[in-house]
């Protein structure tokens, strides 16, 4: 397929305006679905098991089988309305939303059409340089899951070219809340930034309230980017494309970028742009056409017949209202402040998605420079390294305990590097995997002496020259003795005793 042609980012804002709209869906950790008794795979717990282990009747669409409403979901969609800062409706129902899926054996999906669970909300989101936006929520809606196709052959993973698909019934069923925002207008250049740090919200307040894992490489946290372009002036919206489930904070941002380019691109040739979903590709860092999108009507929806409305107490709302934890935006400046970041340091934290993890490092005893230095740094590294999370890669405790051991001199950070991927690869906490390989930092200073006399026999000059005041010419002798420690010697101690053998101590 030919690569689509793109209008300069500046040129394009230039002729038009942005108008982009964001769905994201949070996939709860329920123990159980959404209307089934199965275990629910959105649940760490479950997380990784065998294709078709996690079904029931209802997960398969067989007949006689009923649902019946999971209620620590609806308590769930609710504090997540509320964190929303939407209205929870009195009285709200269910409705069958009518499409072929494969994935979903009974061929419609329960969600929530004209009487949503949440609506009306808003949300503080905070960009790069500071800039604060509110973000309006038209309605939080709950709904299930649908099931995974796996297309076997052809070259892309997709249903063209396959030579057959797979059906893993496992995530049927699982409770989602969809967020759909209102037309965003007034974003402008900093419209990509603003859908990145969106979803990025959304994650923080999933995660302080404890109601999704919100991994978005396991399809926890999902995001539908919608993008319109209007002629500078025009009060009517254009055509929108909807790219669908975008599955990282950076991709968002490089999808919503893209779109933009392009559709300024086809409009300034008086071309006009096609309603339908669209695919994001990581590899290419492009979009390509899904299917043309369908409206409301299309779905057929009516109430769902098998289901009563949902109706919760005053004395419901009351209490998880009071139970909400505090708003991500107001989270982060107070963190900020607390750990003395610069601008530059925290919004490295904040880009990275890391700040909770950093956060539970810090309460877990590290410094907050230590905590930064090793979520940013070396596991970053080892997560792009091995295509994964970085937050599922090792947890805060052990990270805190790692700088522990650093700070109190049992290891060097080259011998902590190795610790920690030893406690990744599941050897242990990092004392386990210190004891087990031998890493500790050799503290002795007769064995230390013993190799720096070594070294010394080998450069018998070396001593005369730090006499002569020379002292880098002790880096010979370091190197030396690292190397024969196999890097366990603290190096700033092999300087000191090094010099104490020169007479210069």
Not at 362 to 383: D, M, Q
Not at 451 to 464: R, S
Not at 467 to 485: E, L, S, T, Y
Request: charged share 25%.
């Amino acid at each position: 397929m030919a690569r689509a042609e793109l209008m300069d980012y500046d040129k394009a804002l230039e002729l038009f305006e942005p108008v982009i709209g964001l769905e994201v869906h949070v996939e709860l950790n329920t123990e159980t679905k959404m209307f089934s008794p199965a275990p629910n795979p959105a649940n760490a717990k479950y997380h990784g098991a065998e294709p078709n282990t996690l079904v029931s009747p209802v997960c398969l669409g067989l007949p006689g089988s009923l649902p019946v409403v999971n209620g620590d979901a609806v308590r769930k969609s609710i504090s997540l309305g509320l964190a929303l800062g939407c209205s929870i409706a009195e009285s709200s129902r269910f409705a069958r939303k009518n499409y072929f899926y494969p994935d979903l054996a009974k061929n419609y999906q329960i969600s929530q059409y004209d009487e949503p669970i949440a609506y009306e909300g808003t949300v503080e989101v905070e960009i790069d340089g500071g800039k604060v936006f509110q973000v309006p929520i038209e309605r939080a809606h709950m709904e299930e899951d649908a099931g995974k196709l796996t297309h076997v052959g052809g070259s892309t993973g997709r249903i063209h070219g396959a030579e057959y698909s797979l059906v893993d019934y496992n995530r049927a069923g699982v409770p989602l809340v969809e967020i759909v925002t209102k037309p965003i207008f007034g974003a402008e250049a900093d419209a990509p930034a603003l859908a990145r740090a969106y979803v990025s919200t959304i994650r923080d307040i999933a995660l302080a309230l404890g109601i999704s894992e919100a991994r978005m490489e396991r399809g926890n946290l999902r995001c539908d980017a919608n993008v319109s372009l209007r002629p500078r002036g025009e009060q009517k919206l254009g055509i929108r494309t909807e790219t669908k489930n975008v599955n990282s904070f950076r991709s968002i941002e490089r999808a919503v970028r893209y779109e933009i380019q392009r559709q300024a691109a086809i409009l300034a040739k008086g071309g006009s742009i096609t309603q339908e979903t669209r695919h994001w590709h990581e590899d290419s860092g492009t979009t390509s056409p899904g299917r043309p999108k369908s409206d409301a009507d299309d779905y057929r929806y009516f109430p769902e017949p098998d289901l009563l409305p949902v109706v919760p107490s005053a004395e419901l709302i009351e209490e998880l209202r009071a139970a909400l934890p505090e708003a991500p935006a107001s989270r982060r400046r107070r963190l900020k402040a607390e750990w003395g970041f610069t601008d530059e340091e925290f919004q490295l934290v904040a880009n990275s998605g890391m700040l909770n993890e950093l956060a539970e490092t810090v309460a877990a005893g590290a410094t907050p420079a230590a905590a930064r230095k090793w979520w940013t740094g070396e596991i970053a590294r080892l997560a792009n390294q091995r295509e994964t999370d970085a937050s599922g890669l090792v947890s805060p405790q052990h990270v805190a305990e790692l700088a522990a051991l650093v700070e109190d001199g049992t290891l060097t950070d080259r011998l902590a590097r190795q610790v920690l991927e030893g406690v990744i690869d599941g050897e242990g906490s990092p004392q386990q995997v210190v004891d087990a390989r031998g890493l500790a930092v050799v503290s002795d200073d007769g064995a230390l002496i013993a190799a720096i006399d070594q070294a010394l026999a080998a450069q018998p000059d070396v001593l005369e020259k730090i006499r002569d005041g020379k002292v880098q010419a002790a880096g010979a002798v370091i190197g030396a003795v690292m190397k024969a420690m196999q890097g366990k010697a603290d190096a700033a101690r092999v300087r000191e005793l090094v010099l104490e053998r020169a007479g210069q101590v």
